[in-house]
């Protein structure tokens, strides 16, 4: 999915959401404009972060891989071994 040329819908990204548990797990404070906005300043509550993700791509955190149940958000080592686990499993 091309996130740039149409953002997530509400109804994907609520289903990503169910399988992580929150919303602030989806949410890239490593974004340029979450401290040119001011977000690092405010407190954000589960609602904002699934509103400013909804609103603008840059906020979700990247890439999502979905396979079947099994969600993994993010690039950082500890998700990318998890995946690599995973797909050694499951193929």
Do not use: C
């Not at 906020?59 to 979905?66: A, E």
Request: glycine letters at 4%.
């Amino acid at each position: 999915m091309d996130i740039k040329r149409t953002n997530i819908d509400a109804d994907t990204l609520d289903i990503i959401a169910s399988k992580t548990g929150l919303y602030e797990s989806l949410f890239s404070r490593k974004a340029m404009k979450y401290k040119a906005l001011g977000l690092n300043k405010q407190n954000l509550s589960e609602q904002d972060f699934r509103q400013l993700i909804l609103e603008e791509y840059t906020f979700l955190k990247r890439p999502v891989l979905i396979d079947g149940n099994h969600v993994f958000v993010g690039n950082s080592k500890d998700t990318v071994n998890q995946i690599i686990k995973h797909l050694n499993v499951v193929y």
